[in-house]
Antibody, heavy 118, light 110 residues
Framework: EVQLVQSGTDVKTPGATVKISCKVS????????IHWVRRAPGKGLQWLGL????????VYLEKFQGRVTITADTSTDTAYLELNSLMSDDTAVYFC???????????WGQGTLVTVSS | QSVLTQPPSVSAAPGQKVTISCSGS????????VSWYQQFPGTAPKLLIY???RRPSGIPDRFSGSKSGTSATLGITGLQTGDEADYYC???????????FGGGTMLTVL
C-alpha cells in the first residue's frame, strides 16, 4: 500500500522558514516525482513545485522561485519542502503527492498545517 | 486568479445529475490530459478522474469525465449528500512549465 506521511502542524512567525517532510512507503521512491500543493483558508489548491527523486531535478512555480526549496533524501525515502521569508499569506495546509509518472496525482499525504502569525 | 476556470458553486437535489465545467487554453487543457479531485473539509484531495475520462479503482461510475478542445467537464449522477465537497480540475501548463488547478467548485446537494 502506497503511503505518504507528512510531518506535523507548525507555527511560525513572519520572516521565518518552515521545512515539512513527506515520508513515502509502498513503492520505489525514485520511480515517481513528488509534488507539493497547498490550500490556504478560503482558497483553492495551489501547486508549488516538484522533485524527481531519481536525479534531484526540481521545477518550481515561478511565483515561489527563490523562496522555495524541494529536496529528496533517497536514504530515507523522504521528500522535503522548505519555504522561507514566510508571510501570513503562506498560512495553509501543505500536501505532498505522487504523480505516477503521469499527468495526475494518485496518492497524497495527509497534509501539514502551517500557521504564520506574529 | 486560477489559470483554469470553474464555477464557484453548483447545487442539485439528491438523485439528480450535475456537471462541473473547467475552462482553459491551448497551453494547458488543449494539449494535456485533465484530472479531477474531490476534497472534503480537513482532508487531502482524492483522485476522481484521470486522463480526461478514466476512473481509478474504487471510484463509482456515477463519476465521469470528458474533454473537448480547451474545456473539460466532470459529471456526477445519482447525487448523494455524501458527494458534498469541493471539486478541482487540474493539468500541466506547458507555457508556464507548472501544474495548474481550477479555482474549485463547491457542490451542494440540497
Amino acid at each position: 500500500e502506497v503511503q505518504l506521511v507528512q510531518s506535523g502542524t507548525d507555527v511560525k512567525t513572519p520572516g521565518a522558514t518552515v521545512k515539512i517532510s513527506c515520508k513515502v512507503s509502498g513503492y520505489t521512491f525514485t520511480d515517481y516525482s513528488i509534488h507539493w500543493v497547498r490550500r490556504a483558508p478560503g482558497k483553492g489548491l495551489q501547486w508549488l513545485g516538484l522533485i524527481d527523486p531519481e536525479d534531484g531535478e526540481t521545477v518550481y512555480l515561478e511565483k515561489f522561485q527563490g523562496r522555495v526549496t524541494i529536496t529528496a533524501d533517497t536514504s530515507t525515502d523522504t521528500a522535503y519542502l522548505e519555504l522561507n521569508s514566510l508571510m501570513s499569506d503562506d498560512t495553509a495546509v501543505y500536501f505532498c503527492a505522487t504523480d505516477n509518472n503521469s499527468n495526475y496525482f494518485d496518492h497524497w499525504g495527509q497534509g501539514t498545517l502551517v500557521t504564520v502569525s506574529s | 486568479q486560477s489559470v483554469l476556470t470553474q464555477p464557484p458553486s453548483v447545487s442539485a437535489a439528491p438523485g439528480q445529475k450535475v456537471t462541473i465545467s473547467c475552462s482553459g487554453s491551448s497551453s494547458d487543457i488543449g494539449n494535456n490530459d485533465v484530472s479531477w479531485y474531490q476534497q472534503f473539509p480537513g482532508t487531502a484531495p482524492k483522485l476522481l478522474i484521470y486522463d480526461n475520462n478514466r476512473r481509478p479503482s474504487g471510484i463509482p461510475d456515477r463519476f465521469s469525465g470528458s474533454k473537448s478542445g480547451t474545456s473539460a467537464t466532470l459529471g456526477i449522477t445519482g447525487l448523494q449528500t455524501g458527494d458534498e465537497a469541493d471539486y478541482y480540475c487540474g493539468t500541466w501548463d506547458t507555457s508556464l512549465s507548472a501544474w495548474v488547478f481550477g479555482g474549485g467548485t463547491m457542490l451542494t446537494v440540497l
